[in-house]
């Protein structure tokens, strides 16, 4: 079945600094949504992308979409203490069972 | 108040013990989806309805069982609860087969 593989497990960064997770499919995917989860909450959706080498901003994050289709990016620019959680992707395949999950990156950041 | 609303939020429970989880929603969506969170593991699908007559088995099904009462409502039952279903439960619902998915607040489930 479809594999969704997602990088790192956890990222410690400064704050200020950038951060980037990463997400690999075992197969084409039709498209990719992102979710954020702070900590003791939900994951709240984010972004979903859908053509090939497709990129969206929302202020400091910049979502990609690979032009395999296969792999996509979150990079979020001089994070800032709100960014704290787990973000992650999840990926569409076709048919009907819907969205497959990457395990997610856990995202600290340190004053 | 929330539109995906589940209860209990937290519950501990004995094994062998039968266990309901419930999820109600007022955003009038036609999918509904169960979803299981552990450490390291991500969400993982139990099943999902995309409406009153449809049930579906997702990836880690085994141990559990649903119902959908209603358009609205849907409900997560461990028949006899064992520790390693301990865990955090998300109800989710969409409008779309690949849309956006709302989530509820989560059940925590201890199993001891």
Known sequence: GQQVMQIPQYQHVQEGEDFTTYCNS?????????????PGGHPVFLIQLVK???VKKQKRLTFQFGEAK???SLHITATQTTDVGTYFCAGYEGGADGLTFGKGTHLIIQP | DADVTQTPRNRITKTGKRIMLEC?????HDRMYWYR?????????????????????????????VSRQAQAKFSLSLESAIPNQTALYFCATSDLLVGELFFGEGSRLTVL
Do not use: A, C
Not at chain 2, 42 to 56: A, M, P, Q
């Open chain 1, 52 to 54: 090939s080498g497709e």
């Open chain 2, 24 to 28: 109600s929603q007022t955003k009038g």
């Open chain 1, 26 to 38: 075992s197969t084409t995917l039709s498209n990719i949504q992102w979710y954020k989860q702070r």
């Open chain 1, 70 to 72: 296969k792999n996509s």
């Open chain 2, 37 to 65: 969170q552990d450490p390291g593991l991500g969400l993982r699908l139990i099943y999902y309805s995309f409406d009153v007559k449809d049930i579906n088995k997702g990836e880690i099904s085994d141990g559990y069982s």
